[in-house]
């Protein structure tokens, strides 16, 4: 049926092209993934393009479908490869300019000589506006419009998915005019009567800050350029504090929107961001990230975002002492496995942070912290595995075995990439397609999770073991775990390394961190013969040879600073260094 879909908007009848645009949308809503179709034809995507910006001659359904298919392929679509493209996208945004006029609480600061109380202010301002925008009088009359509200949400979804890519970032800030109209919302007077009055105005607003967060993060003068222009407008930095301010009413998705905002203009020295702003900022990411999520009613999102933005700006800036110390217990609560994983990356970053640059007990690092870290190394993938296996058990209590083998990890990535997946049969059971490949998606995400935690807990192994402890306070606690004389970590560490010899990223970090270890322990004279006796050095030579590809591409990742972390030390001068430990 999708197929009969495309063949559709390739028509040279009006009618044709609109029945097949609006198939096209309503499979995309259902859940359909419909860009191997679609995506091979440019000219497809030129034509859908296009009629975004045919407002004098293409009907608000046909605009609408067009951009809901556009927001599906945004991702993958380079603006430099279709002419024009960026100015029809922008033209979504112009039809809902004018309901920010409309309902705008402070429009007589822009056009003085209006008076509230005037029988001509209406027209007056129409008059105005007209001369701005010609659709205006369309608007005016349907100021409600869902319409008007779904082209610019539609809009402000692909500006935000052809921000993942900071070529289109560059020709995004370059078009006249475009920026400004996704700060408008940001730098207005009226930003939090607005979004407290009216909850399409937020989901816009909203929208707005999505694409701002994207573009914020762009590298080069593209977001340092906004990150300047941002923080230099001073209504605009009002109203971002008023947003993380949770007594005033502002949703939580806001909140989390406003606080990476903010940390990223505080992590860029060239908006010269105080030290008191940021020691504000990482006390407020701190208060929403050890709340209960229960009894204070916050979203998991928000508190994983509070995390993830602390962890960035703990790694460049001192927290504040007594704050790390009143803190500490609670932080590392949150990295027992009964917690979400998210929030327990975040918290191991953050305690990671601390233990570099904050002076801490010694003692409850021994006692506490490290306790708990070794814990993580040793369960968390068996952990996994647990809830792996469990969200079987429960799919085939409920009868269906068939699903439940589409679920198993090893089908996920086929049936995703099967070009039947959008066939007539299959989009008639579409929301089972839906939960099949949503459930696969899971899946690969809490593998990567498990990954990323598994990095992280090794860092801060490293840290705690570099930095803050005795090899007998950590030989006492690898005891106090069951792990015995060290012998079993060392095991441990040899497997963690196997099963990670593979060309992706986050596996070279963590095969990366356990040759740190390893030769952090041996030059102590800990150790050694047991990483000798383990094999530990042909394990890590196996792994440079396989990733040595990899490792050489990461070199020249000059813009992004996990990356650079990640290039040091080479696998060729860690094996080096343990040949030479070992003997």
């Known amino acids: 049926m999708s197929r009969y879909a495309v063949d559709l908007i390739d028509s040279d009848s009006w009618d044709d092209q609109l029945s097949g645009v609006t198939m096209l949308a309503t499979f995309i809503r259902q859940g359909a993934d419909v860009r191997c179709l679609l995506l091979p034809s440019k000219s497809r995507i030129q034509k859908l393009i296009d009629t975004l910006g045919w407002r004098a001659t293409a009907s608000r359904e046909m605009r609408e479908a067009a951009a809901c298919i556009v927001a599906h392929l945004a991702g993958d679509i380079h603006l430099a490869q279709f002419p024009g493209a960026i100015r029809c996208i922008s033209t979504l945004l112009e039809d809902e300019t004018l309901l920010a006029y409309w309902s705008n609480c402070d429009q007589q600061q822009e056009f003085p000589h209006l008076r509230s109380g005037s029988r001509s202010t209406m027209h007056t301002l129409i008059r105005v506006t007209e001369k701005i925008m010609p659709e205006f009088r369309h608007v005016v009359q349907k100021p ?54 009216s909850s399409t105005w937020a989901d816009v607003v909203n929208g707005t800050f999505k694409v701002l967060c994207s573009l914020i993060r762009c590298p080069g003068s593209t977001g340092e350029s906004l990150r300047r222009e941002i923080s230099a407008n001073q209504q605009a930095i009002s109203n971002l504090k008023s947003i993380l301010d949770r007594s005033n009413g502002a949703g939580q998705e806001l909140q989390m929107r406003a606080m990476e905002i903010v940390t990223e203009l505080a992590l860029d020295s060239s908006t010269n961001t105080t030290e008191e702003t940021k020691e504000n900022l990482m006390n407020q990411q701190l208060e929403i990230f050890l709340l209960d999520k229960e009894s204070d009613a916050i979203s998991e999102k928000l508190q994983t975002t509070a995390g993830r933005t602390l962890a960035l700006l703990t ?10 110390n009143d803190s500490f217990g609670r932080l590392t609560k949150l990295l027992d496995a009964k917690n979400n994983i998210k929030i327990r990356i975040a918290a191991v970053q953050i305690m990671e942070n601390m233990c570099v640059h904050c002076d801490l007990d010694k003692g409850r690092v021994k006692d506490t912290l490290l306790p708990q870290v070794l814990a993580g190394i040793q369960s968390d993938k068996r952990g996994a595995r647990q809830r792996g296996d469990a969200k079987q058990k429960n799919s085939s209590s409920a009868g269906d075995e068939e699903n439940q083998n589409k679920l198993a990890p090893g089908n996920g990535d086929e049936n995703h990439n099967s070009s039947e997946q959008v066939d ?31 990095g992280g807990l090794l860092s801060l ?38 099963e990670n010899c593979k060309e992706t990223i986050t596996s070279l970090r963590i095969v990366k961190l356990c040759g740190q270890i390893a030769t952090s322990m041996m030059s102590r004279n800990k150790y050694t013969e047991q990483f000798k006796n383990q094999g530990f050095v042909d394990s890590l030579s196996e792994a ?37 430990l070992v003997g």
């Open 144 to 197: 409600t419009s869902s319409g008007c509200n779904e082209l610019i949400l539609q809009g402000l979804t692909i500006l935000e998915r052809l921000a993942s890519d900071h070529h289109n970032c560059m020709d995004i800030s370059s078009t006249p005019g475009l920026l400004s109209k996704i700060l408008a919302p940001l730098c207005s007077s009226t930003l939090i009567r607005g979004i407290n009055n």
């Open 315 to 324: 790694a460049n800036t001192k927290p504040n002492s007594s704050r790390v």
């Open 424 to 454: 007539n049969s299959e989009i008639q059971d579409s929301p089972s397609t839906t939960d099949q490949n949503e459930s696969s998606d899971e899946g690969n995400d809490e593998q990567a999770a498990t990954k990323e935690l598994q």
């Open 461 to 498: 192994t490293l840290v705690i073991y570099d930095k803050l402890i005795s090899p007998d306070d950590f030989e006492d606690a690898v005891e106090k775990k069951g792990l015995g004389n060290g012998e079993l970590f060392v095991k441990k560490l040899k497997t963690i390394l196997k």
């Open 544 to 580: 440079k040879k396989i990733m040595s590809n990899l490792e050489s591409c990461i070199l020249f990742a000059e813009t992004d600073i996990q990356l650079k972390k990640i290039a040091a030390p080479l696998l060729s001068e860690l094996e080096k260094e343990v040949l030479l």
